[in-house]
């Protein structure tokens, strides 16, 4: 019913900057929040931050100052834009979206497949 894409990741330097997207498609009535994590090797999945449709921001109180979330309510889009990287940024990117479905009037958390952020020294 509702399906996320990440885009954007890569392998680049440390000190670099790299900007992350994820599109929702699908049966969307509407979208409350979009979000970001990541999962290094051997790690559990952190926060990065998150949007309401709203404009509301949470960031994982390490990354605050490096990384900025935006969001585009039209496009279903949200954004990660990095700064600064580090080796120890290198992670599985993920995408997840609060969202309100149009067919069964549901709503549900959704996560993409994840997108590889690679920092190298």
């Known amino acids: 019913q509702v399906q996320l894409v990440e885009s954007g990741g890569g392998l680049v330097q440390a000190g670099e900057s790299l900007r992350l997207s994820c599109t929702a498609s699908?049966?969307?009535?509407?979208?409350?929040?979009m979000g970001w994590y990541r999962q290094g090797p051997g790690r559990q999945r952190d926060l990065v931050a998150t949007?309401?449709?709203?404009?509301?921001?949470n960031y994982a109180d390490s990354l605050e100052g490096r990384f900025t979330i935006s969001i585009d309510i039209a496009k279903s889009t949200v954004y990660l834009q990095s700064s600064s990287l580090k080796p120890e940024d290198t992670a599985v990117y993920y995408c997840?979206?609060?969202?309100?479905?149009?067919?069964?009037?549901?709503?549900?958390?959704?996560w993409g497949q994840g997108t590889q952020v690679t920092v190298s020294s």
């Open positions: 949007i309401t449709s709203r404009g509301s921001t």
């Open positions: 997840n979206a609060d969202i309100v479905t149009a067919t069964f009037a549901g709503r549900n958390h959704y």
């Open positions: 699908g049966s969307i009535f509407s979208i409350e929040a």
